[in-house]
């Protein structure tokens, strides 16, 4: 099933071809359209299996409203946490090297390992909004990057889950860019400006997404400029290992997300500049950067 948040947070039923969308909010016990309690949202990640059989009765009923009609939110919403994987594919970690020695003058040998950080939920945005470049970051001269990362949406929580349990804790898959600023200093800093997680287009729960480890990601600039083309299979730490990892670190909360890393061919955007990501079976979204 691929779910999406539309409007005024309401829940939508994604038909196959991606092109229409039905309104189950209906069916959804207990839904608010603040999106700063979200629990409704975080009750549907963790309890889906239950509010699967009312979530497909109401798509069957209800009219189908073109995806193009609506204004599509983030994929998902108010997130605990919004954690990253960080140097988890063995090419990009290569071009890293390169890229420190030109934005930083040197290579910071400790962010050649494989691991994840936070970043802030408040920077999640959604498929119909732009990335705001923040000017002061644009004016100091440095680049800011794109990475189109695979993102895992975790549904029920836990700690200390053991890998070959951990794909039963994820809920759906997405697709998300991490919008990053090269500059020295911390990455939750220079990956939480507003707007720097563009999320979507929908969740695609994992029973139909399939197997984490088969899907492309591709990231075309401006039509023609094909940056990112690369394999999920060619994670270092594949989707199951990354879950158990990071939930010895902290307790996963259904809702949460994690981004699974760049793959290579990450490099600069500019206002203007139109960000046509997507993943096989997940869907894509183009994203415009002012
Ligand atoms: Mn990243």
Not at 30 to 49: I, K, M, N, S, V
Not at 189 to 205: A, L, N, Q
Request: glycine residues 10%.
């Amino acid at each position: 099933m691929k779910l999406a948040i539309f409007g005024d947070n309401r829940l939508g039923v994604v038909g196959a071809d991606g092109t229409t969308l039905v309104d189950v909010t209906a069916a959804l016990p207990g839904h608010d359209a603040d999106p700063l309690t979200a629990g409704w949202w975080r009750g549907l990640c963790r309890d889906f299996a239950e509010l699967r059989p009312a979530l497909e009765a109401a798509a069957k009923e209800g009219p189908e409203i073109p995806v193009e009609s609506v204004r599509l939110r983030p994929a998902v919403l108010g997130p605990s946490k919004v954690i990253a994987a960080a140097c988890n594919y063995a090419d990009h970690v290569t071009e890293m090297h390169g890229v420190q020695e030109r934005t930083l003058g040197k290579v910071e040998h400790w962010m050649m390992d494989f691991d994840v950080f936070l970043k802030a939920p408040s920077s999640l945005a959604g498929p119909s909004d732009d990335v705001v470049l923040p000017p002061s970051v644009v004016q100091a001269g440095h680049e800011i990057h794109h990475e189109s990362e695979l993102v895992v949406v975790i549904g029920t929580g836990g700690r200390d889950i053991p890998v070959e349990k951990a794909l039963g804790h994820v809920f759906g898959y997405t697709l998300g860019l991490d919008i990053t600023v090269r500059s020295p200093g911390d990455r939750s800093r220079r990956k939480s400006y507003d707007t720097f997680s563009p999320i979507g287009p929908w969740v695609t729960t994992a029973d139909e997404a399939g197997d984490p480890a088969a899907f492309t990601i591709d990231l075309v600039l401006n039509g023609d400029d094909h940056r990112q083309h690369c394999d999920t299979a060619d994670m270092l730490m594949p989707v199951p290992d990354i879950v158990a990892y990071a939930s010895r670190i902290m307790t996963l909360h259904p809702g949460d997300v994690i981004f699974t890393g760049a793959p290579p061919g990450v490099g600069p955007i500019e206002a203007g500049d139109l960000l046509d990501t997507r993943i096989t079976r997940l869907g894509g979204m183009t994203v415009r950067v002012r």
